[in-house]
C-alpha cells in the first residue's frame, strides 16, 4: 500500500470521529434545547408562519414531517416541512429549527445568489452521485489499465464535493438569518436566543464535517491519478 492511501486512512479516520462527535453533539443539544421552554409559548409550526409573513412569503406552506431532524425547505413545492417534535414543539430548539428552514424559504424569495447555484447543481449531483457508486471501485482495480475511468471518477467526485461546499455558506446564510428574525422579533430572548444559537451552530458543523471527509477523498483520488502517470 502508497503512503498517500496511510494519509487517507488516517485523515478518513479522523474525520470520521469527528464526524460521529459533531452528530452526538447536535443530537445531545436538540435534546436539551427541547427541553426548554419558549416564553411566548409559541409551537414551531407558529413561529415558521410568523416568519414567512414577516418577510411577505405568502405561497410557502408549513407541512408536518415524520422522522427525527428531518425538517427541510423544498423550493419546488414551496413548502417548510417540519419533523414532529419541531412542528408541535413549544422549545427553543423547536424554534431555531424552524426559522432555520424559514431562513432558506427567505433565500429562495430574495434569489441568494448561493441557493440559485445549489439548486441549479442539484440535476448533475444526482447523476454524479449514482455514477461514483459504481465507478470508484472498479477505477481503483483497473487503474493500471485503464487510468481514465479514475478520472472520470474525480469529475463525479469533484461535482459532489463542490456541491458541499456550496452548501456551507447556504446554511450559514440560513441561520445567519434565523437568529437574526428571533432576535429583532424578540421571538427568544436571553438565554432562548442563546439556545437558539447554539444549537444552530452545531447543525452547521455537520455540514462542515460532511464536506471535509468529501474533499480528503478527493484529494486522495486525484493523487492516485497523478501517481499512475509515474
Not at 469533484?158 to 455558506?169: E, G
Not at 447554539?198 to 484529494?219: P, R
Request: hydrophobic share 50%; aromatic share 12%; charged share 15%.
Amino acid at each position: 500500500m502508497t503512503f498517500d492511501y496511510y494519509i487517507y486512512m488516517g485523515l478518513t479516520f479522523a474525520l470520521s470521529l469527528v464526524g460521529m462527535f459533531v452528530s452526538n453533539r447536535l443530537k445531545s443539544k436538540f435534546n436539551k434545547y427541547s427541553m426548554v421552554g419558549l416564553r411566548n409559548g409559541m409551537s414551531g409550526k407558529e413561529v415558521a408562519e410568523a416568519m414567512l409573513r414577516h418577510y411577505n412569503i405568502h405561497d410557502v406552506k408549513v407541512v408536518p414531517a415524520q422522522g427525527y431532524l428531518t425538517d427541510h425547505y423544498n423550493p419546488m413545492t414551496k413548502t417548510v416541512a417540519l419533523s414532529e417534535p419541531v412542528y408541535g414543539g413549544r422549545s427553543v430548539a423547536a424554534a431555531a429549527v424552524a426559522a432555520h428552514e424559514c431562513g432558506h424559504a427567505v433565500q429562495h424569495d430574495t434569489a441568494y445568489s448561493m441557493l440559485q447555484l445549489r439548486s441549479a447543481l442539484v440535476p448533475i449531483v444526482k447523476i454524479a452521485a449514482t455514477a461514483q457508486q459504481w465507478l470508484l471501485m472498479i477505477a481503483l482495480l483497473m487503474l493500471s489499465q485503464f487510468p481514465q475511468l479514475l478520472l472520470i471518477t474525480i469529475i463525479a467526485f469533484a461535482v459532489t464535493t463542490l456541491f458541499s461546499f456550496i452548501t456551507l455558506p447556504v446554511e450559514f446564510d440560513a441561520s445567519r438569518r434565523a437568529l437574526a428574525w428571533l432576535d429583532e422579533t424578540g421571538t427568544t430572548q436571553g438565554q432562548e436566543y442563546d439556545g437558539a444559537k447554539d444549537a444552530l451552530w452545531w447543525a452547521a458543523m455537520t455540514y462542515v464535517a460532511a464536506a471535509l471527509s468529501s474533499l480528503v477523498l478527493l484529494l486522495y483520488l486525484i493523487m492516485r491519478y497523478v501517481g499512475s502517470d509515474r
